[in-house]
């Protein structure tokens, strides 16, 4: 027989352990134990709080939990479960469900688009001082990626190499479901060393500018006329009243380059080789132009209002940062030189 006071405790033990089930914390997502006050104040949005995608969140929450507390706070963001549903339809021009597991490019590096040689119309003389002024650009032939870089080929990237994962990546590898969406959270040598690596290299803002928008001086990649049923931009996500995402690449066919090239309006900013410089014939001053900051084009699916950046659609916008930024909204494609008898591939 064992002595009374272990029997006791045994039944103490007992009697705690439902309560201890589900004294959980980590499950209040408003909780104010000393672990969420962290990263958790009074009068904090959840939407905020999820928008910063970040992964300190996973050690209290899953996933999963974190997007069903964005549904219980009134967002009509869809879960990974609600995307992947069968009876899921695109919406607004994207032809693909917003998650989804399996790659329809897989890992290898992008295939390639060949721009050929010539001159474009650059930039404008109606917006941002740094965008003009307008002018004539004659470049060489040059391929470049048709996609922005994903989470999957730059996976293949990390594997090889050892390189450090990007933020949002939890044991080496994405999330669930965002094989083929542009990776992300990767610096300007982050995405030059993975160009070196599949044999290609960061386009030239220049080059960037007429793979998008062809030859003829249009505003976006389809033409003149601003489409939100064309690209992931900001004012398709608060059409739709959801908060806002990568979607996965060349998802909008609508907004495909006269070249071929998708997603150059929209989903993420690309990093370029080229530093931010001021046109030629450009006379407003600036305290950022020199070899301090590098290029990004493009625009991508967060709105950048809060920065008075202007509507980052047009493809003459451009955006300049350091080179060791790292961010949701930032990615990239490569390109490469062509050799002489280079044809369509």
């Known amino acids: 027989m064992f002595p009374l006071r272990y029997c006791l405790l045994f039944l103490l033990i007992l009697l705690a352990l439902p309560a201890r089930a589900g004294q959980q914390p980590e499950d209040h997502f408003h909780g104010v ?22 992964n300190r969140c996973l050690a209290c929450h899953t996933r999963v939990q974190l997007q069903q507390k964005l549904l219980e706070a009134g967002s009509h963001h869809p879960s990974r479960t609600q995307a992947t549903a069968p009876d899921t339809k695109p919406v607004l ?5 917003l998650y989804y597991s399996p790659s329809r490019l897989g890992d290898e590096p992008n295939e390639m688009v060949l721009i050929p040689a010539g001159p474009f119309i650059r930039g404008t003389d109606h917006r941002l001082p740094d965008e003009g002024p307008q002018h004539v650009v ?9 996609y922005e870089v994903t989470n999957l080929q730059y ?42 690596w599949a044999g290609k290299r960061l386009p030239t803002d220049a080059e960037w500018e007429k ?24 004012l398709r996500w608060a059409e739709l009243g959801q908060f806002g995402d ?9 907004g495909v380059s006269p070249y071929g090239v998708y997603d150059m ?27 301090r900051y590098k290029t990004l084009k493009g625009g991508s699916w967060f709105d950048c209002s809060f920065y008075k950046c202007g509507i980052s659609a047009p493809v003459y916008n451009r955006s300049f940062f350091a080179k060791r930024t790292r961010n949701d909204s930032f990615g990239f494609r490569c390109a490469k030189d062509a050799e002489p008898g280079d044809g369509s591939r």
């Open 33 to 54: 134990t000393q672990n969420c006050k962290k990263c958790h104040s009074e009068g904090v949005e959840v939407e905020v709080i999820l928008r910063q995608n970040d």
């Open 93 to 97: 021009g994207m032809r693909y469900p």
């Open 138 to 146: 004659d470049l060489p032939a040059f391929w470049i990626d048709r």
């Open 155 to 196: 996976k293949k990237f990390i594997d090889a190499t050892g390189r450090r994962s990007p933020k949002h990546f939890r044991n080496r590898t994405f999330p669930e479901g965002k094989a083929d969406h542009p990776v992300t959270y990767v610096s300007w040598d982050d995405a030059k060393a993975y160009c070196e």
């Open 211 to 234: 793979a998008a928008r062809g030859t003829d001086g249009r505003e976006y990649p389809w033409g003149d006329e601003f489409d939100i049923e064309k690209a992931n931009m900001p």
């Open 246 to 254: 990568t979607t996965p690449v060349g998802a909008f066919e609508g």
């Open 265 to 291: 309006t929209g989903n993420v900013w690309e990093w370029t080789a080229s530093w931010y410089q001021p046109y030629p014939g450009n006379t407003t001053p600036s305290e950022s132009y020199g070899t």
